[in-house]
């Protein structure tokens, strides 16, 4: 390590599993934080599938326990100055979260938490006296709490439990693998293509989108829908199959697993509208929307988690209605029936990722903010 840099500690994960949380990790790893910084990174890894996240089992107490026991070595063995840990706000990881930051500030660590979802200010209602006492501790852990948008913190964190004071906004950014030059300038085409990208969770919104699909077609039968993305149960993977031949959908759709490389690119390359009416109540910054935009795919969303701040309904997308079919469906039409507004969509969000939200940026933007805070 060198001597004239700062030592930071990373506690996250890396993929697999494929999420939010994991690729962001992932794309810090290969940024100007690493650069600026000695880095350690502790992939401390506890899900293998969408299905077992935020479960509690035998397997995540063993690996717990094997984690807290490296994060003391290496507190003890190595000069640490800064610790960056990721932070959730579901039940199980928000304690495993806090566990880890008291052990680091036992040892007398500056922390700084990445805020990947939101989920605070809900758990903390529904928490009785004592484990209130118990969040109110936890969130004291950290100097610093950092933040994808100032719309997340504002909406969806209790002032009373952190104070602006402790919040950096730095938006996220993603690598692309888009070819920018080629997707700058849209040929005209009759056929339309919708894509949804995540995982096959009720709460991101796929049930809505299925059930948009009757809608849209009567009104416009030139469209395919693609889906990608890794199922959260057979039970619920079956429902939506019987629904699509109760309709007569099979023609309209396509279904894949989770996609990466080549077939990713392509399948986003095709697309002309990405689809996420997410009411996930842990979401924060969907990285697929950054990732879409780079393609110049226009955006329907809902006005949830940190979307609002990148999602500006009539620029670069619209926002649609959580939970409202009807809704998704007529966003979706408008913006095939009003060609000259979905091109210029597209353009805006090349251009928008281009700006704002390359993984480049956001190294540089992170590395900065780290930098201010250790000094």
């Known amino acids: 390590m060198s001597v004239n840099k700062q030592n930071l500690l990373i506690i996250g994960s890396l993929p697999p599993p494929i999420g939010g949380a994991t690729i962001l990790f992932d794309t810090i790893m290969k940024t100007e934080v690493v650069k600026q910084f000695n880095t350690k990174l502790l992939n401390f890894h506890y899900s293998n599938t969408v299905s077992s996240h935020g479960k509690l089992s035998i397997f995540k107490v063993f690996r717990l326990v094997k984690y807290t026991t490296t994060l003391i070595s290496v507190l003890i063995f190595t000069r640490i100055d800064l610790v960056f840990s990721a932070i959730q706000f579901n039940r199980i990881a928000f304690t495993k979260d806090i566990l880890l930051a008291s052990i680091c500030k036992a040892f007398g660590k500056k922390i700084v938490g990445c805020v990947v979802g939101i989920g605070l200010e809900e758990l903390y209602l529904k928490s009785g006296i004592i484990r209130k006492y118990i969040i109110q501790c936890g969130v004291s852990l950290f100097d610093t709490f950092i933040v994808p948008s100032k719309e997340l913190y504002l909406r969806y964190f209790p002032a009373d439990l952190i104070s602006c004071a402790k919040i950096r906004v730095v938006p996220f950014g993603i690598f692309t693998e888009s070819d920018l030059a080629k997707t700058e300038a849209f040929g005209p085409s009759d056929h339309i293509q919708v894509l949804y990208y995540s995982h096959f969770i009720r709460s991101k919104g796929i049930d809505e989108v299925i059930e948009a699909i009757p809608i ?114 007529n966003k979706i039409v408008t913006l095939i029936e009003n060609r000259s507004l979905l091109l210029e969509i597209r353009q805006n969000n090349i251009k928008k990722y281009k700006e704002c939200y390359t993984a480049e940026l956001f190294g540089k933007r992170l590395a900065q903010t780290l930098g201010d805070i250790s000094n």
């Open 216 to 329: 849209i077609i009567k009104k416009y039968s030139n469209i395919s829908f693609v889906f990608a993305g890794a199922w959260d149960t057979e039970s619920h993977k079956k429902e939506i199959f019987e629904i699509v031949k109760k309709y007569g959908l099979s023609s309209k759709m396509t279904f894949y697993g989770l996609i990466t490389g080549n077939k990713k690119r392509e399948i986003l390359l095709k697309s002309d509208i990405y689809v996420l009416p997410t009411y996930f109540e842990f979401e924060g910054l969907p990285l697929s929307i950054l990732e879409a935009m780079s393609y110049g795919c226009a955006i329907v969303a809902t006005d949830h988690a940190a979307i609002s701040s990148v999602v500006k309904d009539g620029i670069n997308g619209a926002i649609c209605r959580p939970r409202d079919p009807e809704d998704v469906a």
